[in-house]
């Protein structure tokens, strides 16, 4: 028998108490792609990171082609053919892509020659795989799937023979999904092994043909990808059944209530984001806005939450101007006329990471009766409504007195959404919600919004995971570069018609 | 003629005056490219002033005080490396420290050696680096023009101030067009990319402030034992501080640098000459005013005089490996 390509025994791995990997075994076989599936904090990428030799494991093997071998840095991993991608790409933005390419394996001290020949062998792989990529490109130029490509390029240039891609998607649109995709197919036809790392049960079924499951840094099943199913892996990733689709009633829209007239808004940097935009959303009906991250979602949600300061255009909420670019009410103002905003960035902005979990659950309420009276805090009425609020919304483990960070992804969104669901808004602004939160949470989450516009609340759900945006919105506007590109119904929208919107061409 | 020799006189001083500043700018940018930030420079230099001068008071030989020089200046650089590399410190905090610390050393170890406080004894020619007249420079320098520019300009420095000029397209070809480079530039913009290109950033940051404190060492020993022949306290003077604006100005780019250290060179050449002149209508200026001259066009360059200076993309942030 052939022994597998790539082979863990018993790998441990801690961050300081928290073990991230326990007793962890894998076979991963030559020319195969190979799904590592799990939720956010499961330690897939820890554990790829060992393989990778940016962590040293605690304890355990590590065999390639069977002959085990010694991970101390990437440089030994990728001397025995191991490549990474990492979710957050490993370029230097200023440098070229040539230059990121030979970094660290310039094979010469001064450049000269080498360089010359670096740059035809890259030329040759560039054909070889249809990448389209011009070496003298700087990287700050390049769009998000390009850098995903010179990544790639940069792995194969260095000899991989086994490409681990973390996360690649989730800043892909989805025509960039589908190039990727065909890359990855082509490489495994030239004899190269894949290893997939995602939270993406789809991925896994379409690109896979052996996964392996991951859960609270244990690994929990090994299978055939064609012998499972969606249903079977969800239930392996959460460690109990769960629902991947949405129950939503039909639409029963009211008034509109909310609407941004001729918005544009710039950032920090003073550079227009959001340019120019039109919307309305009417009482009972969520308004999903699609789009690749960084295309003005943040700053127009900042924006219509009274936290960035409107350029021109005004907001109307009730038929009432609540800001324009001399006039803006703040967040708390907002807050009192039926506003409520949950956060994209949920560890910046939602939350005060170290403050104890039921400070976070009244914050914004704190000098409000009954959880303070002429100014000093009431800790008993505020630990009965954390109790309750707690048991109400699921968040585990139920402790009001744990520092916040303690907890994870998914019970941090909880104790924000149970925050600013708790007053009944009448409009909800939510960004990202599901972001970093596992699959238990997410159908936790989404079942609240569902209710939230049944019971007659104007939501804008600005996403970047655009099965989130066709299962909850009933209306979906795409933004491009600042701009409102494409409003669709949501009825019969496929994922594909809104990636060419996303991506600017159609 | 008269004009054309006092135009010469000028630019000689210029050329003397920015010579700590080159070093020093050149010295911040292996630190800074690195992305370690070095407020250190004022105090390496004064460092360096002291030990190259009771080095060569003691052996009698100004390059065996530069030599030692060099070495404190390259332990000093190492002890920033420990603190904010190796131990993930503050960096401004570790080079505020450096900087005191050697203020006081310098002060009292010259107390208990020479018994005067912050003063070393003159040096004798044996003991410091005389001025180098460049072969025929008397001969030539009756031809107009080129005389005056071969002569008086060129000729007459010394060492250091051909070492600095010389220092800077070297450190532009070794930061451009190596691969040392390459990593040094990268492991300042992005150290992870560096990480998973497997080469170690530590080792990288530690190599970039080794050569820092051996270019810094030089901008010392020009001081102490060149254009002066003894340390007094504080002789840096701020030059350090001056140096790393420069380099600011300069956008972390050598040849860049090279211009905003003789810009400020020259500002400094020309308030000396300006000292007890009367101008017209206006009268003889308040020395401390010309004095300012140099200090209040950095203030005005780096308000965003020049446009707004990138810096590298890590610098100040020490690199954390697991999280």
Known sequence: MVSPILELTNINKSFGHVQANKNINLKINKGTIHGIIGENGAGKSTLMSIVFGLYQANSGSIKINGKEINLRSPRDSIINGIGMVHQHFMLVENFTVLENIILGFEGETVFGEKLQKAKEDLEKLCQTYNFNIDLDATISDLSVGFRQRVEILKSLYRGAEILILDEPTGVLTPQEVDELFKILRSLKDEGKTIVLITHKLIEIMDLTSEVSVMRQGEMVGHTKTEDTSKEQLAEMMVGRSVLLRVDKKEIKKGETIFKVNNLSVKDDLDVTRVKDVNLEICSGEILGIAGVTGNGQTELLEALSGIRKVESGSIELFGEKISDQNNFLNPRMLKEKGLAHVPEDRQRMGLISDFKAHENLIFGYHDQEPYSKSAILNNKEITEYSNKVMQEYDVRPNSPNLITSNFSGGNQQKIILSRELNENPKVLLVGQPTRGVDIGAIEFIHQRLIDMRDKGAAILLASVELDEILSLSDRIIVMFDGKIVGEKENKNVTDRELGLLMAGVA | ?323
């Open chain 2, 1 to 323: 003629m008269e004009f054309l020799s006092d135009i010469a006189s000028l630019i000689n001083s210029t050329l003397r005056i920015s010579t700590p500043l080159v070093f020093a700018a050149m010295a911040g940018i292996f630190a800074e490219r690195s992305g370690v930030i070095d407020f250190s420079l004022e105090g390496k230099m004064l460092m360096a002033a002291f030990v190259a001068a009771v080095g060569s008071y003691y052996l009698g030989n100004p390059w065996l005080g530069l030599l030692l020089a060099i070495i404190v200046c390259v332990c000093l650089s190492m002890l920033h490396g420990f603190a904010s590399v190796t131990h993930k410190g503050d960096q401004v905090v570790s080079c505020v420290a450096i900087n005191i610390l050697i203020i006081g050393l310098t002060t009292a170890l010259a107390a208990a050696w020479f018994g005067q406080a912050g003063l070393t004894p003159t040096l004798n020619e044996d003991q410091r680096f005389l001025e180098i007249h460049l072969p025929f420079s008397d001969a030539l320098r009756d031809i107009p023009v080129i005389g005056t520019l071969y002569s008086d300009i060129l000729s007459g420095h010394y060492v250091f101030v051909y070492l600095a000029y010389l220092s800077v397209p070297l450190v532009f070809w070794i930061v451009f067009k190596t691969s040392f480079g390459l990593r040094l530039r990268a492991v300042g913009e992005n150290p992870s990319a560096v990480d998973t290109a497997g080469i170690n950033v530590f080792t990288m940051r530690y190599k970039a402030l080794a050569i820092n404190g051996v270019l810094i060492a030089f901008a010392g020993a020009h001081l102490s034992t060149a254009v002066n022949a003894n340390f007094f306290r504080e002789m840096s003077a701020g030059r350090g501080y001056l140096a790393l604006a420069a380099m600011i100005f300069g956008k972390w780019h050598p040849k860049t640098a090279l211009i905003a250290c003789l810009l400020f060179g020259f500002t400094d050449a020309l308030q000396i000459r300006l000292q007890g002149v009367e101008l017209p209508a206006i009268g003889e200026i308040p020395v401390q005013l010309i004095q300012a001259i140099p200090y209040v066009l950095t203030v005005v360059l780096l308000a965003g005089f020049v446009g707004k200076a990138i810096a590298p993309n890590a610098i100040g942030q020490p690199y954390i490996k697991e999280r």
